[in-house]
């Protein structure tokens, strides 16, 4: 008696597009890894899983058989692995560098320079963190010698940055509500846009709108007997304290968590 193997099963695009959709979402969602670098490549990876599921969908919508060729390669010699990285490098090299060697080797090059810098910065932050360094008194440093009160931060902005950013951000946040809930505090409070300038530098139209009356102008205008007085307290103050104007805010409304801003993490150009 002979026996027929059974047929190879072979994945379908509406298959792989399910197993990229689970990738994506576990990079998403917490526990996220401390570790900067684990960090950088869990992220990288749910964007290209992303960036690869669109692009197989759109494939597949038009062209059924060429998708399933993608998905079958995908699949690779090494199956769950993925696919040969030897064959695939040979096909970046005919088809995307258009058989220029001097291409890959600059792509070489550069994925070795940026593995050296991810290298030294893992190492700076290993360092940092294994031998338990706190800063003191950070917060009063980071406002540095600003006189102000609070720390505004747009929502706008926090909503644009990474995810992997946003998670420990926030859990830092519950956890100051929670040190603090016993202590009272404002209900609300009225943030304005705007910028703050010399009282001496400032038109008579610009200290009103600051709500800083002026007296004592010679005919040149501010001089050495103008006096400055605040309108909201009476209290006198001298050419050298701020007014502040109210301007239209720059950054975008956050409409309901839809408005993104590009952040430039490396902090280029």
């Known amino acids: 008696m002979t026996t027929t193997p059974e047929a190879e099963t072979v994945q379908t695009p509406e298959q792989l597009l399910t197993d990229l959709g689970e990738l994506h979402m576990r990079a998403l969602v917490s526990p996220l890894p ?62 995307v560098a258009k058989g220029d060697l001097r291409v ?10 940026l593995a050296e810098e991810s290298k030294a910065n893992t190492e700076a932050w290993e360092k940092k963190n294994q031998a338990g360094e706190v800063e003191r008194d950070a917060i009063h440093k980071y406002f540095g010698l600003m006189y102000a009160n609070y720390l505004v931060l747009p929502r706008t902005l926090l909503q644009s940055m990474p995810d992997v950013w946003q998670t420990p951000f926030v859990a830092l946040l519950k956890t100051l509500d929670e040190a603090f809930a016993h202590v009272p505090q404002a ?75 590009e952040p430039r993490l490396g902090g280029g150009e």
């Open 34 to 95: 401390k570790h900067p670098a684990a960090m950088g490549w869990q992220a990288t990876t749910g964007s290209m899983a992303a960036g690869f599921a669109r692009a197989l969908h759109a494939l597949n919508e038009v062209d059924s058989a060429r998708a399933q060729e993608i998905v079958t390669w995908f699949q690779g010699p090494f199956e769950d692995e993925g696919p040969d990285p030897e064959e695939h490098t040979d096909w970046l090299e005919r088809v």
């Open 104 to 113: 890959m080797e600059q792509w070489v090059q550069d994925g070795r320079r």
């Open 187 to 261: 209900e609300a409070y009225k943030v304005t846009a705007g910028k703050e300038n010399l009282l001496r530098d400032m038109t008579v139209s610009e200290l009103h709108t600051a709500g800083v009356e002026v007296s004592g102008d010679d005919e040149l205008g501010h001089g050495p007997d103008t006096v400055y007085t605040s309108s909201e307290t009476g209290e006198e103050l001298d050419g050298d304290s701020y007014g502040f104007m109210p301007r239209k805010d720059p950054v975008p409304h956050y409409n309901r968590g839809r408005t993104r801003v």
